[in-house]
């Protein structure tokens, strides 16, 4: 009779181990997941700058109409602060606080 544990050691994939892999589905398993991975690496490549070339062109012709219709005193205010932000500390500056700051980058 076996055990529960010894059973379930051999129903669970141990993913921390190197063998378990090509052992479970052999060669083509292991190019299905390299080229998997690959594809994936160079969607994030393609994906994340063209994300924030998108996001910018939208922002750079949307924002300053819609912000000028809005009633709202805080978006007239929050607009004139970051100007005087951009003027004060440059483009440069903004765009690295803007990217590799987390909590920038959330609000």
């Known amino acids: 009779m076996t055990t529960s544990s010894h059973l379930a050691s051999h129903l669970a994939a141990d993913v921390l181990d190197a063998h ?3 052992a479970a589905f052999g060669v083509p398993g292991v190019g299905v ?3 998997a991975g ?3 690496l160079v969607a994030a490549a393609v994906g994340a700058p063209a994300r924030a070339r998108s996001g910018y062109l939208s ?3 949307a ?3 819609r912000i000028h219709r809005s009633r709202s ?3 007239h205010e929050g607009v004139k602060h970051a100007e005087n932000l951009l003027k004060r500390y440059a483009h ?3 765009v690295v606080v803007a990217r590799f ?3 920038v980058r959330t609000c």
Do not use: D, M, Y
Request: charged share 15%.
């Open 20 to 22: 378990w892999l090509p």
């Open 59 to 61: 922002g750079r012709e």
């Open 92 to 94: 440069a500056k903004a």
């Open 101 to 103: 700051i987390p909590v």
């Open 38 to 40: 690959t594809c994936l």
């Open 33 to 35: 997941v390299v080229f």
């Open 63 to 65: 924002a300053g109409p």
């Open 73 to 75: 005193w805080r978006s």
